[in-house]
T-cell receptor, first 112, second 117 residues
Framework: DAKTTQPPSMDCAEGRAANLPCNHS???????VYWYRQIHSQGPQYIIH???NNETNEMASLIITEDRKSSTLILPHATLRDTAVYYC?????????????FGTGTRLQVTL | EAGVAQSPRYKIIEKRQSVAFWCNPI?????LYWYQQILGQGPKLLIQ????????DSQLPKDRFSAERLKGVDSTLKIQPAKLEDSAVYLC???????????????FGPGTRLTVL
């Protein structure tokens, strides 16, 4: 079962920042937070992951609260191509299996 | 770099028929995954291979589903016989290697959309 809670849908105007929240109140010390997205008719695509520090890459920023019970994925300047379902996943990196357990995600609609 | 290849992209069959899906992972990727994604849901892992060995098949319905990766490269997933509830997109993914205390990004193929009538 997914260990995260996300809003089912969000809207964002093109050019504005998209802030996607995720609650993971039962996260354990070994578990990382991952974000993937799935554009219509495509397979999921990795975006970013982190443990407790904020992370940034060319696609997005990940802000994790100090208690690690929630996080926010930030797309700084959303475009129409960012319209997708965004999945927040928690995963233990210390195990031998790299299993990803997807929930239902947040459907982000970027509009003109 | 070529991505994960899957075929066919679409398949329509009648219930009780058999079907097979093929996946060719990214070159050099030791770990291969098959996921099932039912409409409106996130992908669910069916089986995970490390080279040609099975790492996790706990969610594979073994009475009707089978998968193999004989030479540790490409893989096939078979359903025999198919049921109506098997209608879904079947996604293949690969990652570089399986190693403790590290994460290897999973790269997904475009999927095969199966419709069972």
């Amino acid at each position: 079962d997914a260990k995260t809670t996300q809003p089912p849908s969000m809207d964002c105007a093109e050019g504005r920042a998209a802030n996607l929240p995720c609650n993971h109140s039962t996260i354990s010390g070994n578990e990382y937070v991952y974000w993937y997205r799935q554009i219509h008719s495509q397979g999921p695509q990795y975006i970013i992951h982190g443990l407790k520090n904020n992370e940034t890459n060319e696609m997005a920023s990940l802000i994790i609260t100090e208690d690690r019970k929630s996080s926010t994925l930030i797309l700084p300047h959303a475009t129409l191509r960012d319209t997708a379902v965004y999945y927040c996943i928690v995963r233990d990196n210390t195990g031998t299996a790299s299993k990803l357990t997807f929930g239902t995600g947040t459907r982000l609609q970027v509009t003109l | 770099e070529a991505g994960v290849a899957q075929s066919p992209r679409y398949k329509i069959i009648e219930k009780r028929q058999s079907v097979a899906f093929w996946c060719n992972p990214i070159s050099g990727h030791a770990t291969l995954y098959w996921y099932q994604q039912i409409l409106g849901q996130g992908p669910k892992l069916l089986i995970q291979f490390q080279n040609n060995g099975v790492v996790d098949d706990s969610q594979l319905p073994k009475d009707r589903f089978s998968a193999e990766r004989l030479k540790g490269v490409d893989s096939t997933l078979k359903i025999q016989p198919a049921k109506l509830e098997d209608s879904a997109v079947y996604l293949c993914a690969s990652s570089l290697r399986l190693r403790q205390s590290s994460y290897n990004e999973q790269f997904f193929g475009p999927g095969t959309r199966l419709t069972v009538l």
